[in-house]
């Protein structure tokens, strides 16, 4: 009787054979919530619906539509094979059709016809096996965090005692680190020269704290002075570098750890230049660790944006100028040009940078609590009133002699209304809609771009939108507008996640159908649909 009273774990099962899905659930119905869908995009839509509220999905692989093997192909593009097990249950014996399965990720294959005991001990083996999974994935995860904040923290601590006692703001280890992660990501995306891991790269981020450690062997009457440096004490400064590299290679006990190693590197040769120019070993070129090249730069800039005892800030514009132009060393030029690419998110992204800081503590506490807390997700009402405002919506637009649509980013899926789907000669639901050859058909490619520029000049505070377009109806190309609602994340920087709306059948179009209400798009907004 217990058992009945808790929530019970529920299973997708997707087959378009209707005895067979109905089999299944009369075989797990007593132990199991069941879900079912006819078709592979009705599975794909349920999953990206309800999530990992899905312990298990049971899939079929001849299915019209979309196939087994297109829906874990989804599955595995959106990582969701991660969290949720699929069981292959099909006539389909051959030995490739298996192995393919296996490949894709799939946990178990049972052959049809059924065998009760078989699917109830396979079910059940497979739902343990994957909650025991998340539970040791969990545990191993809480305590790399934990390493990695005392990491963090421990480097943070040493990184500003040096920034102290050399009379900085604090935020200089801060900079350094977000201009080297830009710089870091803009390198990955322009060539595979330097095959770093995302892992690599936090690694070089956070060593990148520790570049000036061995300012804190300088006096300070020379590291703090207002003028220039004599030429004596100017080699006693440029002594910095080697220091740190010295006093990091001294950890004798540590020296196999990969941030040690790293952060060896950035200390010894940030101060080097690509044309051999600097110091402390005169390196030249790619002997310089692609990690402390780009330090160094990302040092120099934050070096002329800030201000000194010794000198004002230069503007954003101004340091860009000087490096490009040679006037603060020579730089690798690929890294030059992704200086470039990222110039436009710097001075954002250290604002931001200015703003975590500010509330670290808070944010830091908040992450714990997050962590911790057992009980953050929706409750059951919240859910049931969420299911019953789209079971309205499902409700009135079958009813409606209208074409109704809504369509989410990420996954991309475009779900129309009944009537809407016959007469545009498409499906319901369309997973990835704009490689759909049957709403290429329908849309020309213009079209789709005209509706893609009006969402986007569109705002949280005004996301209602206007279009027109010409599209294929009943087979012919007609008039039409769009009307439709663009859905916004929340938080400072929100940027859309879907849009709903319908196509209304029109006499005429005006001159200018581009709604002007809204301003131009911003430059994020503008990078979004690129990369769309």
Same mark, same amino acid.
């Given at each position: ?285 790619? +002997? ?148 759909? +050859? ?53 938080? +400072? ?11 209304? +059948? ?27």
């Amino acid at each position: 009787m217990e058992k009945k009273n808790r929530s019970r774990e529920k299973i997708l099962i997707v087959d378009d054979s209707e005895m067979n899905r109905s089999i299944l659930a009369d075989m797990l119905e007593e132990d199991y919530e069941i879900l079912e869908a006819a078709d592979g995009q009705q599975g794909v839509a349920m999953l990206q619906k309800l999530g990992a509220e899905i312990s298990l999905v049971l899939l079929d692989i001849v299915m019209p539509v979309m196939d087994g093997f297109e829906v874990l192909a989804v599955m595995n593009k959106n990582q969701w094979i991660k969290d949720i097990p699929v069981i292959m249950i099909s006539a389909e014996s051959a030995p490739d059709a298996i192995q393919r399965a296996y490949e894709q990720g799939v946990s178990d294959y049972i052959s049809r016809p059924f065998d009760f005991w078989v699917v109830q001990r396979r079910v059940v083996n497979t739902i343990m096996l994957y909650a025991k999974q998340k539970k040791l994935i969990g545990m191993v995860t809480d305590q790399m965090y934990e390493k990695e904040r005392d990491a963090n923290l421990m480097v943070t601590i040493l990184s500003h005692i040096v920034e102290f006692r050399n009379g900085e703001s604090g935020l200089h280890v801060v900079h350094i680190q977000t201009i080297t992660e830009l710089l870091l990501e803009s390198l990955q995306r322009k060539t595979d020269r330097y095959p770093l891991s995302h892992e690599e790269i936090n690694m070089i981020v956070m060593a990148s704290a520790l570049h000036d450690i061995g300012k804190i062997a300088i006096p300070s009457e020379i590291l703090n002075k207002p003028g220039r440096f004599t030429d004596e004490e100017y080699e006693i400064m440029k002594t910095h570098s080697s220091v740190g590299a010295s006093m990091l290679r001294d950890l004798s006990l540590y020296q196999q750890e990969p941030l040690v190693k790293v952060a060896y590197e950035i200390c010894r040769w940030h101060h080097e230049r690509y044309d051999g120019r600097g110091y402390p070993d005169g390196l030249k070129g790619e +002997e310089i660790p692609i990690g402390a090249q780009v330090v160094a730069m990302a040092d120099v800039y934050d070096a002329l944006t800030s201000e000194r005892v010794y000198k004002k800030a230069f503007s954003h514009e101004k340091a860009l100028q000087m490096i490009l132009n040679g006037e603060c060393g020579t730089f690798n030029p690929l890294l030059k040009e992704c200086l470039l690419d990222v110039s436009g998110q710097l001075q954002e992204k250290l604002e931001e940078s200015f703003s975590n800081v500010k509330s670290e503590r808070e944010m830091r506490n908040f992450a714990e609590e997050i962590r911790h807390h057992e009980e953050l997700g929706a409750s059951n009402r919240t859910l049931r009133l969420l299911e019953y405002e789209r079971m309205k919506y499902q409700f009135f637009s079958s009813l409606s002699q209208e074409i109704q649509f809504e369509y989410t980013v990420s996954p991309a899926i475009l779900t129309v209304s009944e009537w809407g789907a016959k007469r545009l000669g498409i499906s319901e639901i369309t997973v990835n809609p704009w490689e759909n +050859e049957g709403i290429r058909e329908s849309w020309e490619k213009e079209e789709i771009q005209r509706l893609r520029e009006t969402v986007l000049q569109t705002t949280p505070e005004e996301p209602v939108f206007r279009c027109f377009c010409h599209t294929k109806i009943d087979g012919k190309v007609c008039r039409r507008q769009i009307v439709g609602r663009v859905i916004w994340s929340e938080g +400072e920087k929100p940027y859309y996640t879907g849009l709903i709306g319908k196509v209304i +059948e029109v006499l005429e179009e005006p001159e200018n159908t581009v709604n002007q209400k809204n301003g131009p798009c911003s430059e994020v907004e503008i990078e979004r649909s690129r990369e769309e």
